[in-house]
């Protein structure tokens, strides 16, 4: 069952998609079903991904690891989430190149921030 901001990978075509409204039904694409990507919380490789919240007169900084991710044509952060206690999505795409941040001018008193990296998939902090 689909839970609500829950994210989705096609293996075959790459595929990403976000739950906006949770059912029962199963997601399928190119024929077989999609695969649940997991939070992960805690960096174990060379690559950070852990994404860093700091508050900002505006509103919110994330930035991706304790120390800069790569932002490479092969390996990069494609997306970065804000969401906020009442559960409205903030998303911010970037390209190989850019910095690995995001900037939300969002009023909220908490936040969770997550990314997706193209290689390592979705992060949590």
Known sequence: M?????IYKCE?????VE???????????????????DEKTADTGKEKHVPVVEKTATGFKVKVGSV??????????QWIELIDENGKAYRQFLKPGQA???VF???????TAREHCNVHGVWKG
């Open 68 to 77: 800069p991710h790569p932002m490479e044509e092969a390996h990069f952060i």
């Open 100 to 102: 690995p941040e995001a």
């Open 2 to 6: 689909a839970e609500r901001l829950q």
């Open 19 to 37: 739950v906006l409204n949770g059912g029962a039904g199963e997601l399928v694409c190119c024929g077989q079903p999609m695969k649940l990507l």
């Open 105 to 111: 001018c969002v009023d909220a008193k908490t936040v």
């Open 12 to 16: 075959v075509c790459g595929n990403v």
